[in-house]
């Protein structure tokens, strides 16, 4: 199946504990099935101290599942579903864009 969420995107948190919030994929990692999200699911971590970084208790990122997340449409910043258009026939046939689909309209944007 095609990725329909990238590295780069924007996305919002459509279930959980960060619920409403969106934020910019920062690292994909496909075979969990899980993404970073800049600024959700915000979780304290302690930092030993090295030579390069001073100890302490840090906040980072932890990662969010897939299915808890959907793309948000560029026009107007809400959760949206997604296709992709095909161009072409027959066997010169290619994938070449995402389409967005309305939540509440249905529609194709």
């Not at 199946?1 to 995107?9: E, F, L, Q, Y």
């Not at 960060?18 to 994909?28: A, L, N, Y």
């Not at 949206?80 to 995402?98: A, L, S």
């Given at each position: 199946?095609?990725?329909?969420?990238?590295?780069?995107?924007k996305?919002?948190?459509?279930?959980?504990?960060?619920?409403?919030?969106?934020?910019?994929?920062?690292?994909?990692?496909?075979?969990?099935?899980?993404?970073?999200?800049r600024?959700?699911?915000?979780?304290?971590?302690?930092?030993?101290?090295?030579?390069q970084?001073?100890?302490?208790?840090?906040?980072?990122?932890?990662?969010?599942?897939?299915?808890?997340?959907?793309?948000?449409?560029?026009?107007?910043?809400?959760p949206?579903?997604?296709?992709?258009?095909?161009?072409?026939?027959?066997?010169?046939?290619?994938?070449?864009?995402?389409v967005?689909i309305?939540?509440?309209?249905?529609?194709?944007?």
């Open positions: 199946m095609a990725a329909k969420i990238k590295k780069g995107d996305v919002v948190v459509i279930a959980g504990r960060d619920k409403g919030r969106s934020g910019e994929v920062i690292e994909m990692r496909r075979d969990d099935g899980r993404l970073l999200v600024g959700v699911n915000m979780v304290k971590r302690h930092q030993r101290q090295t030579a970084q001073e100890g302490g208790i840090i906040s980072k990122e932890a990662p969010i599942h897939l299915s808890n997340v959907a793309l948000a449409d560029p026009k107007d910043g809400k949206t579903r997604v296709g992709f258009k095909f161009v072409g026939k027959g066997d010169d046939r290619k994938k070449v864009r995402r967005f309305g939540t509440t309209t249905g529609r194709r944007r």
